[in-house]
């Protein structure tokens, strides 16, 4: 049985879903004061903020948030493209 990933936000996503309105460090002491919830990974320390504190934060404090947010977490990072050349040979310098 596989075990289902935690979904969280990281603190640079909470100042971007707070549309910039405090900084990461405001968000690192409102997590380590209780004030935002989540977990730590345990090895590299990192935060991972639980997105329904983050709302519940900005209605708290009447902050509205950044266009797009309110549906957070989001599913996954978008997937970087390359194009390739549509002939065989590898990259052409004129």
Do not use: C, H
Not at 58 to 87: Q, V, Y
């Amino acid at each position: 049985m596989k075990s289902k990933k935690k979904q969280g936000l990281t603190t640079g996503d909470v100042v971007k879903m707070l549309d910039g309105l405090i900084t990461r460090s405001t968000v690192t002491r409102y997590f380590d004061n209780g004030i935002l919830t989540g977990w730590k990974n345990p090895i590299t320390g990192r935060r991972l903020i639980d997105p329904e504190s983050v709302k519940a934060l900005a209605k708290k404090s009447g902050i509205e948030l950044s266009e797009g947010m309110e549906n957070w977490p989001r599913r996954g990072r978008p997937i970087k493209t390359i194009s390739k050349p549509s002939s065989g040979g590898g990259p052409s310098f004129q």
